[in-house]
């Protein structure tokens, strides 16, 4: 048994254990593992993300559904959205790979500010709220949208963006982690399957590591189921700061992983003439 496997389910258990209260599959922070640690191909590593998402999920997405907090009109606006987003950015990461700085610093900078303020000012709590309008409506859906379309791109179920955006936009966090989860599973099976048709048509490494995503969900699975069980035993300030600590950290990954890619892309020398 390569050693990539046990370590790499571990690594999932925990963080699927942390990111799932806060309504995140824990994903984007699983990306660095692979590339440093589990030594998966950049090519590879997005779509395992996805594979992980689909085999992970389920565990917390089981939890709320015991708990009957699963099914709301929150959840089908995002995965209405995400949905053919996730299809686009898969597209966008095979044909139009060079965008994808301008992408990552993008998304930096909206969960740089978001994060500090949930992590240091956001202790005002959320208040009762009506049913959303349909402009209300159609700007969550644009909204998950563009956020499925960055999950596509780099493998992520994108609540590591929705999350954040929707506590600011006033949900609770208790609502905001069951619909961020479902989305993020459904969307992800999309993702795969846009990858897998990629692979057939252009062939190369966009397939993910099958084996070692299996290991990376079952891992993901325990830790989410525990993690959704937690939750409730949470208070809304403790997850909302929780949450922010995670996109802070997910927009430090992401500055890291635009520079990382400008520096790589840089000439090695200079002509002058």
Same mark, same amino acid.
Request: charged share 10%; proline share 6%; hydrophobic share 50%.
């Given at each position: 048994m390569p050693w990539e496997w046990p370590v790499g389910a571990l690594c999932a258990f925990c963080l699927a254990l942390v990111t799932t209260p806060a309504g995140v599959s824990g994903a984007v922070l699983l990306l660095p593992v692979? &590339?440093? *640690? &589990? #030594? *998966?191909?950049?090519?590879?590593?997005?779509?395992?993300?996805? &594979? %992980?998402? $689909?085999?992970?999920?389920?565990? +917390?997405l089981l939890r709320f559904w015991h708990e009957r907090r699963l099914v709301g009109p929150?959840?089908?606006? &995002? $995965?209405?959205?995400? !949905?053919?987003?996730? *299809?686009? +950015?898969? *597209?966008?990461r095979v044909e139009l790979l060079s +965008?994808? #700085?301008a992408v990552t610093l993008m998304a930096a900078g909206v969960l740089l500010p978001l994060g500090l303020w949930l992590l240091l000012g956001a202790q005002r709590l959320p208040r009762e709220r009506s049913e959303p309008s349909a402009r209300a409506r159609r700007s969550i859906w644009a909204l998950a949208l563009v956020v499925g379309t960055i999950g596509g791109i780099y493998g992520i179920g994108g609540g590591s963006l929705l999350a954040p955006i929707l506590l600011a936009w006033g949900f609770s966090a208790y609502e905001v982690a069951p619909a961020t989860l479902a989305a993020t599973f459904l969307t992800s099976i999309g993702g795969i399957a846009t990858f897998q048709l990629l692979q057939a048509l252009h062939g190369g490494g966009t397939a993910p590591d099958w084996a070692l995503g299996a290991w990376l969900g079952a891992?993901? %699975?325990?830790?989410?189921? !525990? +993690?959704?069980?937690?939750q409730r035993h949470l208070p809304e300030r403790t997850l909302r700061r929780l949450l922010g600590l995670i996109a802070c950290t997910v927009a430090v990954r992401y500055l890291q992983s635009g520079l990382d890619d400008a520096h790589s892309r840089r000439p090695a020398h200079v002509t002058t003439g």
């Amino acid at each position: 048994m390569p050693w990539e496997w046990p370590v790499g389910a571990l690594c999932a258990f925990c963080l699927a254990l942390v990111t799932t209260p806060a309504g995140v599959s824990g994903a984007v922070l699983l990306l660095p593992v692979q &590339l440093s *640690v &589990l #030594r *998966v191909s950049v090519e590879a590593a997005t779509p395992t993300n996805l &594979l %992980f998402n $689909v085999w992970a999920t389920p565990g +917390g997405l089981l939890r709320f559904w015991h708990e009957r907090r699963l099914v709301g009109p929150l959840s089908g606006l &995002l $995965v209405a959205g995400t !949905l053919p987003g996730v *299809v686009a +950015g898969a *597209v966008i990461r095979v044909e139009l790979l060079s +965008g994808a #700085r301008a992408v990552t610093l993008m998304a930096a900078g909206v969960l740089l500010p978001l994060g500090l303020w949930l992590l240091l000012g956001a202790q005002r709590l959320p208040r009762e709220r009506s049913e959303p309008s349909a402009r209300a409506r159609r700007s969550i859906w644009a909204l998950a949208l563009v956020v499925g379309t960055i999950g596509g791109i780099y493998g992520i179920g994108g609540g590591s963006l929705l999350a954040p955006i929707l506590l600011a936009w006033g949900f609770s966090a208790y609502e905001v982690a069951p619909a961020t989860l479902a989305a993020t599973f459904l969307t992800s099976i999309g993702g795969i399957a846009t990858f897998q048709l990629l692979q057939a048509l252009h062939g190369g490494g966009t397939a993910p590591d099958w084996a070692l995503g299996a290991w990376l969900g079952a891992g993901g %699975f325990a830790g989410s189921y !525990l +993690g959704a069980q937690l939750q409730r035993h949470l208070p809304e300030r403790t997850l909302r700061r929780l949450l922010g600590l995670i996109a802070c950290t997910v927009a430090v990954r992401y500055l890291q992983s635009g520079l990382d890619d400008a520096h790589s892309r840089r000439p090695a020398h200079v002509t002058t003439g």
